[in-house]
């Protein structure tokens, strides 16, 4: 029987958020729609997940959380809601529900994919993957080769190939694949890709959304040079302090897995002004450094997202943790 099994026979969700009221449990979101489109949170699933966190949790900000982790002790049972990398689709259909519950959130803002100088490395893939469904993997797997990379069976395994490789040649290998394939990348995002405007950031950060860095072009920072990565996390500050008139501390890694920074990459955090960051995984382990946070994806169904908001994920992790 496994331990997820055990704790719901023992009472569940109830005896997990006893068991670990300690540990602040941090969500991370990404996409929002207004009805279930793939790989978004619809506007109801929001709802529905944020009227369940708030009957059990006390909702902070992560600024808060990692001032406790500072203090060296956790407030108990605290959640906070954070938001990845600056689409439109979050100002459009999740903001109007995060504010009809007067909650805080964290949006950490790519500066250059809101600037209009960039658009997702990996929304390009898909939008040539969209535009070439039959010939799409055939197309990829020829040029993957030259690459020195393994062939794949769909999008989603070109995206995690590409996320090994450094940025300047993934860079290349999509502008290739777009040549391959005859389809033109557009220079500006297409709507379903689209980054808020500027405007719409101020808005949220006049209205309590705090607003924090996640680089300037979102690389993966452990493949940049220590220059290049100072670069990138100094230009999103600056960037957004011009635009917001506000000091930005917040920090968000791209990507966020353990091998996507290093310890040049917290140096740089640290040494540009900001008082945390966060990563993009859990553990089990309770956020033993305020430069990496962890947080909890677990919000694309109402039964995931109980799960890890009750605590039997993290239980569940240190367990296999135990036993391994």
Known sequence: M??????????????????????????????????????????????????????????????????????????????????????????????????????????????????GDIWMWYDQVDYLHQKNLDNFVPSSNELLVTYGLKTI?????????????????????????????????????????????????????????????HSHTHPILSQCSPNVQNDEIQQSKSILENQLQTEIVDFCYPNGMTCDYTDETIKAVKENGFSYAVAAFTDGITHPDPYQIRRHGGVSSIDEFKNHSSGIEVLSRRARKMKA
């Open 153 to 213: 069976n769909s999008y989603g395994e070109l995206v995690s190939q590409l996320k090994s490789i450094a940025n300047s040649d993934k860079l290349n290998f999509i502008e290739e694949l777009s040549s391959s394939l005859k389809t033109p990348i557009p220079e500006q995002a297409p709507v379903e890709y689209q980054a808020c405007n500027w405007d719409q950031v101020r808005e949220l950060h006049k209205n309590g959304i705090t607003i924090g860095a």
């Open 2 to 115: 496994s331990l997820k099994q055990r704790l719901y026979e023992m009472g569940g969700h109830s005896l997990s958020r006893f068991l670990t009221r300690s540990d602040p449990i941090i969500f991370m979101y990404h996409r929002f729609s207004a009805n279930n489109t793939p790989h978004s949170v619809s506007k109801a699933l929001l709802e529905e997940q944020l009227a369940y966190l708030s009957k059990y949790k006390t909702i902070t900000s992560v600024l808060a959380i990692a001032d406790t982790i500072k203090d060296g002790h956790n407030a108990k049972s605290v959640s906070a809601i954070s938001i990845d990398d600056g689409y439109a689709d979050f100002f459009h259909y999740a903001y109007p529900v995060i504010r009809k519950f007067n909650l805080p959130a964290t949006f950490y803002v790519t500066s250059g994919f809101v600037n």
